[in-house]
Nanobody
Framework: QVQLVESGGGLVQAGGSLRLSCAAS????????VTWSRQAPGKEREFAAG????????QYASTVKGRFTISRDNTKNTVYLQMSSLKPEDTAVYSC????????????????WGQGTQVTVSS
């Protein structure tokens, strides 16, 4: 089992950048694929980005592709989401989730989830 804790959220102006971190406990984190998703008020959760256990494969939603970059450092048990050119519509609670099934391309409710971090983009 792995426990995930997100950090790095905050308030930023449109056009700005933020880097989110997803820190994991446990020595087997390098075996976990990880996804980032987001949920805006009154909207369904949506997949944002995902990365394979080795970091060799990534996937992005069309809404963030070209602006967000997911990466990981398995020596630090951490996955990052670098967000640039932020827009007000990126405002949401961002959560990371991990799994041992190799899923890095879609949401999965039975993944291990963190509690989320709020990102607010002002216009």
């Amino acid at each position: 089992q792995v426990q995930l804790v997100e950090s790095g959220g905050g308030l930023v102006q449109a056009g700005g950048s933020l880097r989110l971190s997803c820190a994991a406990s446990g020595r087997t984190f390098s075996r976990y694929a990880v996804t980032w998703s987001r949920q805006a008020p009154g909207k369904e959760r949506e997949f944002a980005a995902g990365i394979s256990s080795s970091g060799g494969y990534t996937q992005y939603a069309s809404t963030v592709k070209g602006r967000f970059t997911i990466s990981r450092d398995n020596t630090k048990n951490t996955v990052y989401l670098q967000m640039s050119s932020l827009k007000p519509e990126d405002t949401a609670v961002y959560s990371c989730a991990g799994n041992l099934r190799g899923n890095y391309y879609r949401l999965a409710s039975d993944d291990y989830w963190g509690q989320g971090t709020q990102v607010t983009v002002s216009s």
